[in-house]
């Protein structure tokens, strides 16, 4: 049936109604694209940025002490366990020693006969030597003074006799007189002989004086054989004692008791690890880093640590050491370092995180991490240039854990689009806001 024109008026103005919602539906959108997209900006700012590189290690002591028996004996004490703490000399293990106590005592009551007879001997040649000072002080003086008495005696005898002989002579006195003169002759001569005899042998060289510094060699040598006899006795004394103090096994160094591999009862010999102690103040951390980072890292930089099992407390650090290879299978170079003051939680073989300070820049150019992207190949950005958002190729420097340095492509005060923002591409029109956060 033919449509008439009423009908045709109708459909038109349904259609026009139509196209004219659209039309309005459509207008602020072109609008807001004429005037232009409103986006979030980050403007360029200066900053102070810290670069850290981070890594997970384990607690390693340099001072892992191996501490066994240097002799062969049975183990009747284990005075300490697994994470005990210790000083330096306590007495860790000790083996059965009654042998050897009763050595030493025997080898003390060596030394002290050995002493006596030091004593004894020295007494000795004391006594010899005050005998021969004695000869040269008072007996040959003595001696000579009875020859000089003696003499004198002999001369008056001698005169006596004279006298006696001419009386008999003349008659005057009896034979029997001249007999008794002549005996007195004879005795006087006699002692002046011993006299002599004794002073001889009271002067240097003589026979007293020889007997006497003899008895003094003889002496002197006793004694110096007792001497030696003491420093024989001494040294079986320090051998006994050294193996009794070696039946007791001590601590070398304070430090924790990491590992206990021996039990009463137990015969053990040297060579055989007994304990493990663990040295505090000597600790380091062994941690792989990935051979990207390796430009960044050099020995001396300070990291921050934390350990797994405490992860809201921290220590610091010292890179030590990098090893000068990398680990092929994982991509690692080997970091350790020094930690001067280990916390008292601190174990050996701990997992803890290391954050390495790498870099440190005040007044960096900075943007969020946000802002650029393409970050790890060929960083840029949409910066806004003119009302439009525009790619612009940066160099980047100091990268921190949400910002990074900006070298090269932009100036202070510039404005960049964050990533978040996808709906905006190169060439659009954009009105900035200030972006939130970051």
């Given amino acids: 049936m033919a449509m008439t024109g009423n009908g045709r008026r109708r459909r038109f103005g349904w259609a026009a109604l139509a196209l004219g919602l659209v039309l309005l539906a459509a207008f602020p959108a072109t609008l807001r694209r004429l005037r232009g997209l409103e986006v979030a900006v980050w403007p360029l700012a200066p900053t102070e940025l810290v670069q850290t590189v981070v890594a997970t290690g384990r607690v390693s002591g340099l001072a892992r002490v191996e501490i066994g028996s240097l002799i062969t004996g049975t183990v009747i004490e284990v005075s300490v366990r697994e994470g005990d703490r210790v000083e330096r000399g306590v007495v860790l293990v000790r083996l059965k020693d009654d042998e050897a106590r009763a050595n030493v005592a025997q080898a003390r009551s060596a030394v002290a006969q050995a002493e006596a007879g030091v004593a004894q001997a020295q007494a000795g040649a004391a006594a010899a030597s005050a005998r021969l000072m004695q000869l040269h002080g008072t007996t040959l003086p003595a001696a000579e003074q009875a020859v000089r008495i003696a003499a004198a005696e002999l001369e008056s005898a001698r005169r ?23 005996r007195a002759l004879d005795t006087a001569q006699g002692r002046l002989d011993r006299e002599k005899t004794i002073a ?11 007997a006497a510094q003899a008895a003094v060699a003889q002496a002197e040598a006793a004694a110096a054989q007792a001497r030696s006899a003491v420093v024989q006795a001494r ?12 039946l007791a096994v001590r601590a070398p ?12 009862g137990d015969t053990v010999q040297p060579g055989r690890t007994l304990l493990v102690l663990s040295r505090p103040g000597r600790t380091e951390i062994i941690a792989p880093v990935d051979e990207k980072n390796l430009a960044l890292l050099a020995v001396g930089q300070k990291a921050v640590v934390s350990a797994d099992a405490y992860p809201g ?27 001067p003051e280990p916390p008292d ?24 991490l946000d802002a650029v992207r393409d970050l790890a190949s060929a960083p840029w ?15 980047i420097g100091v990268r921190g854990a949400t910002r990074v340095e900006i070298l090269s492509g932009l100036a202070a005060g510039d404005q960049v689009i964050p990533a978040a923002e996808g709906r905006v591409v190169a060439g659009d029109k954009v009105r900035a806001k200030p972006a939130t956060g970051g």
């Fill in 160 to 182: 006596n006799f004279e006298r006696v002989d001419a009386l008999v002579s003349q008659g005057m006195l009896a034979r029997a007189d001249l007999d008794e003169a002549r």
């Fill in 200 to 210: 001889a042998g009271s002067r240097a060289g003589g026979g007293d004086e020889r």
């Fill in 235 to 246: 040294a079986a004394l320090a051998a006994v004692e050294a193996r009794l103090a070696d």
């Fill in 253 to 264: 160094a304070a430090g924790t008791i990491i590992v206990r591999s021996v039990e009463e």
């Fill in 313 to 339: 407390r921290t220590f610091t650090a010292g890179l030590a050491t990098l090893v000068p290879a990398v680990v092929a299978a994982s991509g690692t170079v080997t970091a350790k370092f020094a930690v």
């Fill in 345 to 368: 939680y601190l174990l050996p073989e701990m997992t803890v995180s290391v954050e390495i300070e790498v870099a440190r820049k005040a007044g960096a150019l900075a943007l969020p």
């Fill in 381 to 395: 950005v949409l910066a806004v240039r003119d009302g439009r958002a525009r790619r612009v190729p940066v160099g």
